[in-house]
């Protein structure tokens, strides 16, 4: 296979895994508020996404797939809010393990890393353009 084409497939895979990283990252930040209903409920649960390298025979290279979509296990946080149906004889009401900031970092991250893949499939698709201009 060719090696422009072989760049190609590389960076959509990653365009792939960053697309996915984000539709996590919106999902716990639309749930940073997501408190339990009853005392003995657990609030949202921040999820996280792993990566592994994945073997594609044909072009004979590693090609980024997404592992798995686990749960942060990070301690929920804890709010006073004695008013609340979910409040602890405390007072306290547990609330997500989602920090906005550090999703907001992770999402331009993943901002970011998208963006580089998709210029790589531009440059490419410019690069083979080019060749085949020369070679006409």
Do not use: C, W
């Not at 984000?22 to 508020?33: C, Q, T, Y």
């Not at 006073?80 to 999703?103: M, T, W």
Request: hydrophobic share 35%; charged share 30%; aromatic share 4%.
């Amino acid at each position: 296979m060719d090696p422009l084409m072989n760049s190609s497939k590389i960076a959509k895979s990653g365009l792939k895994v960053q697309s996915q990283r984000l539709r996590v990252i919106s999902e716990n930040l639309a749930n940073a508020d997501s408190l339990a209903q009853t005392p003995e409920g657990l609030p949202y649960q921040r999820k996280t996404v792993t990566f592994k390298n994945e073997l594609d025979r044909e072009m004979g290279t590693k090609l980024v797939k997404v592992d798995k979509v686990r749960p942060d296990n990070a301690e929920f946080q804890r709010r006073y809010d004695p008013k609340h149906p979910a409040a602890d004889r405390d007072g306290y009401v547990l609330a997500p393990n989602v920090n906005p900031l550090i999703e907001m970092m992770d999402m331009r991250e993943a901002q970011r890393s998208y963006e580089a893949n998709l210029q790589v499939i531009q440059t490419s698709r410019t690069m083979m353009d080019r060749t085949m201009d020369l070679l006409k």
